[in-house]
Structure formats: structure tokens, C-alpha cells
């Protein structure tokens, strides 16, 4: 009889969440119980697993003791409150909301720097990047061989879903008001999101940069294990409801071979590389889908030392609940 | 009694002819008659101008001795029928077209390069370049003694109107078609445009470089005399009605003052510049106005020798009608 493990999913009912639990399904996760866990409000609600309605009980009655990974999918305060009980009780944490230290839980994907794993303590503490940082050094990791990266310039186009439920519904109220010619008033957004494109995403620090921009530049340092690589960033956010989008530049030291570098994605676990006469989109290609669409590949206009791409993929799947269950794959076969 | 000038409008009844006749009057141009041209299937429709309505003729039976000044602001097939004509008769070549050689007409932005025209022969020919390269021009203009630049990064989030009216209609169409769930049929766009980001704005050569980008990237080099400058360019499509957006990282040798470009940029002309609390977006900001809008103004996360910044301008106004009016108004200057 194989092994099976017990599973806790914390912030159940998220977008996030509710794909975890999905995505265990999907790739028949040897799940024993599954506890799906909530805040207060949250709790008693239920969520579908195997045809059955699973509910959804309050996180802070719940004994970590019962589960072997713990998914931490609600905000980072909570990841904060609740994830030492479960590294006390011995069961391993994967956190999705960046609540923990890069020191104490270094980010994961499985196909770039899965080997880390090995050298952890354990009970495991592991976290999943940005969606954004996931989906680049899916791409980029394959390369690194190949190309002697100086400076990476990045224009993530984010979907409104990586704001959760909220962002997708705000986009589609907006959208329906502004169609039926009533007076928009942006909740969600800080202005008007439909039909337009906001070049901030969340509140900047003194030098004009926002947190979630240089989380990116630390995550993408850190997966790729390249401390020095140069990356400027710029977060836009977009109305598109489901995918993010990566308009980049890469400089290099030496010519770049375009068809090394195909080669070597079409080579790589997880990357749908799409040819120069189609593009990948995010509706399109993207939603729904597991892997990271890389498209547009191509060197510069008239320097050969550069190559400029663009990648599409769903921000829930790869760049979050599927990755996380990638990683509790991973876990299991260490015995979590 | 001062002096009036008549003018010819090719392609008057398109987004950008429309709106440069709007901006002759906005601006008091001093018209003298003015003659509002287009093909076979247009002329007999009239255009408002100074509360009157205009009739537009046909530009192939149109005698270009009656004009001083031309603006083409129909495809680049129809400039290349007649600027010869309207150049012949002494008539002034203004091409929004992209439809002559650079050697033949240069670009001309006239707070960036407006010198240039002293030193062209007459009747003159001079053209704007395309929206993106324009705004990026009055931006990077006033900062050329400030920053020795190396290499600019750019992905340029185009609005629909860039395909003129039917890309609005297209985009407004599909918008409503989702809504009511009723099944997409893409037109105009060569798939779903509505909450989608399209991350290839033409036909690619084999080595993936659309014409647009090309143009971009000679267009920015022509404009600011820096030969050299290295460009990297994306052009995406994104589902907005009006104002193209630009995501710009630009390289220099020495550490960039971020209060100088601040103060440089609003000692300049055109350039309204946002400040950190804030940033500008082409709905809230760009739409209708004549001003570059520039925002996130800061520099690399830890590379003092970055510049980032965000720009937004209404693609039809200083990205054309408003930029072709103002070459006119230093064409009369000359005296046209």
C-alpha cells in the first residue's frame, strides 16, 4: 500500500487556496486527511475535493500535530501567528504569502533549485516566490549555462486576480459600468482599473520603489542562485483578469545564440516555448494552463549581446498553487 | 493685418486628420482656406471646423498649388502618391504617415529638434515620428547634457486607438460581446484584445523585430542626434482606448541625481511631471491633453547608474495631430 499524508491548507477559501486543493486532485496527491483551514469569518464555508464538499474549519483551534505540510495561503500576518506551532508540532511549512524570513523559509521551484532541499533542517520551512519571480526563473534557469547574465530589465504586466477575488470583480464591475455609461466608483483599485493601465502596484518607499518590485529582484537573485545580476523592475498592472504578463531584456557578455537558447528552453521541464509567427497571451495561452509560455524570443535590434523575450503564464497555478504542490511533491519523496 | 496660411489636411476624416484640424483651431493656426482631403470613398463626408462643417474632397483631383502647408495623415501609400505633387507646386510636406525616407523628410519634434529646420531645404519635408518615439524624445531631450546614456529599455503599452477607429470599435465591441457571454469573433485584432495584453504589434521579421519597433528604435536615435544609444524595444497591445504608456530603464556611465532630472524635466516644455505620491495613467491623465506625463521617476533598486520612469501621452495628440501642428507652427515661423 503506498504512503499518503496529511495535508492542512491554510486560507482555504482563497483563490489560491481553493487552487491547491484543486491541483492536489489534478495530480492525485497521496493525500490521507485534508484539513481546510480559515480564518473565523471564513470558517464553516466548504470547498469541493474528490466529489465531496469538504468544510473549512477556524486555523486557530487546529492541532498542526494532525497534519504532515501545512500550504499557508492566507496573508502573511497569518503565516506569521500560525507557523511556528507547525514547525513546533513537526509538520513541514510551505508559505505562499511571503510571511517568513528568506533566511528561515527560502523560496522553491522545484525545476530551478529544487536540489536546495537537501540541505534544509527539517521539520521543512520552504516558500513559493511571486508569481512574477517564479515564471522568470523557470526561464532564465535553463539559460544560465548558456548566457553570462549582466542585468535582466522587466515589465511584469500583472492580471488583477493577484489581488485575489477582489481585483476580478472590481475589473468586471467597472467594466460593465463604464460600457452602460454610469459614474465610475473605483473601490478595489485607487482609480479607474477597466480600460486602463496603472503603473504602481502598492505604495512606494522614499526612493519611488514598491515592495513588491523588489521582492522581485531579491526572489529572482535568490532562485537563480546569481546575488549579482542587475535587475530593474517595473510592476504594471493591468485589465486582464487571470495571467501576468513579462515584457524582458537581458544583457549579456558574449553574443547570444537565439537557437542555443530555444534548444534549451524547449529542452526544460515546464516551459511551453511558442514560435517567432505566434505569440503566447495570457487569455489565450496562459489561464488555466501549468506551464510558462516564453514567446517572442529574439536578440536586440542591433546588439547581439542581447536577448528580449516575453513570458506568459497563469499567476495561480505556476506562480502559486501549483508550484506549492510541486514543492510539497518534492517533500514527500524526502518522506515529509 | 497678420498673414494666414492655407492648408490641406490629407486624410481628414481619420482619427489623427480629425484631431489636427480640431487642434488648428484649438491653437488659433492662422488658416487661411483650408482644404480637407481624403480618397474616393471619403470625400463628399464634411469635417467641423470653427462652426462650420467642412466638405472633404478628393485628394487625387486636389491642386497642391493652393496650399503652403500639407499634412498627411492618410496611410503611407497615399503620402507616397502625392508629396511629390504637393512638393512641386511649392506646397510644405508635413507626413504623419511614416511614408517618406528619413533622408528625404526628417522627424522633427519641435522642442527636441526644431533647430533642424533652418538647416533643410524648401519647400520643406519634414515628419513625425511614431507616438512612442516622440513622447520618449520629449523626455529624454531635456536630459541629454544631465545623463550620459547608454542603453534604453522600453516596453511601450499601446492603446487600440493606434489601429484608429477600428481598433476602438474592435475593442469596444468585444468588451461588450464578453460581457453578455456571447461568443468572440476577432476582427480587427488577430485575437482577443478585451482583457487580454498582445505582445506582438505587427509582423515580425526573421529575426522577430516587428517595424514598429525598428522604427522606434531609429526614430529615438534620429531624434535625439545619439546615434549610438543602445535601444531594447517591446511593443504590446494593451486594452486601453487612448493613451500609449512606456515602461523605460535607461543605463548611464555615472550615478543619475534624481532631483536633477526631477528639475529638468520641469523646467521643460510639454512635460508634466508627476510626483512620487502619485502617477499618471492615460485615463486619468494623458486622454484630451497635450502634455507628456511622466511618473515613477526613481533609479535602480541598488544600480545608482539606472533611470526608471513611466510615460503616458495621448498617442493622437503630441504622439501626432498636436506635434504635426506644432512643426506648422515653425514652418510659418520660416515663413511657409
Redesign the interface.
Known amino acids: 500500500m503506498s504512503q499518503s499524508f496529511d495535508i492542512a491548507v491554510i486560507g482555504a477559501t482563497g483563490t489560491v487556496g481553493e487552487t491547491i486543493v484543486q491541483i492536489l486532485e489534478e495530480r492525485d496527491f497521496p493525500v490521507g486527511e485534508l484539513y481546510l483551514l480559515a480564518s473565523a469569518e471564513s470558517a464553516g464555508s466548504s470547498v469541493a475535493y474528490r466529489g465531496k464538499n469538504v468544510r473549512v474549519r477556524e486555523v486557530d483551534a487546529f492541532d498542526f500535530g494532525k497534519a504532515k505540510i501545512a500550504f499557508f495561503a492566507a496573508g502573511a500576518a497569518v503565516t506569521r501567528s500560525y507557523a511556528m506551532r507547525a514547525t513546533a508540532a513537526g509538520c513541514a511549512v510551505i508559505d505562499l504569502s511571503a510571511g517568513l524570513p528568506v533566511e528561515q523559509a527560502p523560496n522553491l521551484v522545484p525545476e530551478v533549485n529544487g536540489a536546495l532541499l537537501a540541505t534544509l533542517p527539517r521539520p521543512w520551512q520552504v516558500a513559493c516566490a511571486s508569481p512574477a519571480a517564479t515564471a522568470l526563473a523557470m526561464v532564465l534557469g535553463p539559460l544560465r549555462g548558456l548566457l553570462d547574465v549582466q542585468?535582466v530589465?522587466i515589465?511584469a504586466?500583472l492580471a488583477v486576480s493577484s489581488l485575489g477575488r477582489e481585483g476580478v470583480t472590481e475589473?468586471?464591475r467597472q467594466?460593465?459600468e463604464l460600457?452602460n455609461v454610469r459614474p465610475l466608483e473605483p473601490r478595489v483599485f485607487d482609480?479607474?482599473m477597466a480600460?486602463?493601465?496603472?503603473?504602481?502596484v502598492g505604495t512606494?518607499d522614499a526612493?519611488?520603489?514598491v515592495p513588491l518590485?523588489?521582492r522581485l529582484?531579491s526572489e529572482l537573485r535568490e532562485l537563480l542562485s546569481l546575488p549579482l545580476i542587475?535587475?530593474?523592475?517595473?510592476c504594471?498592472q493591468?485589465?486582464?483578469?487571470f495571467g501576468d504578463?513579462l515584457?524582458v531584456?537581458v544583457?549579456t557578455t558574449t553574443a547570444v545564440n537565439i537557437a542555443a537558447v530555444a534548444a534549451a528552453l524547449d529542452a526544460a521541464d515546464g516551459i511551453d516555448r511558442v514560435d517567432?509567427e505566434d505569440?503566447?497571451?495570457?487569455?489565450?495561452d496562459a489561464v488555466g494552463q501549468d506551464a510558462i509560455y516564453v514567446?517572442?524570443?529574439?536578440?536586440?535590434?542591433?546588439?547581439a549581446c542581447?536577448l528580449?523575450f516575453?513570458v506568459?503564464s497563469d499567476n495561480v497555478r505556476k506562480g502559486a498553487a501549483l508550484n506549492a504542490v510541486q514543492v510539497a511533491e518534492l517533500l514527500i519523496k524526502g518522506v515529509a
Open positions: 542585468r530589465s515589465t504586466c475589473l468586471a467594466t460593465a460600457l482609480r479607474q480600460f486602463n493601465v496603472l503603473a504602481q512606494p526612493q519611488g520603489h518590485e523588489k529582484v542587475k535587475v530593474a523592475v517595473t504594471i493591468v485589465p486582464v483578469f504578463s515584457s531584456s544583457q517567432a505569440y503566447p497571451t495570457p487569455v489565450g514567446g517572442r524570443l529574439r536578440a536586440g535590434i542591433d546588439d542581447e528580449n516575453w506568459t
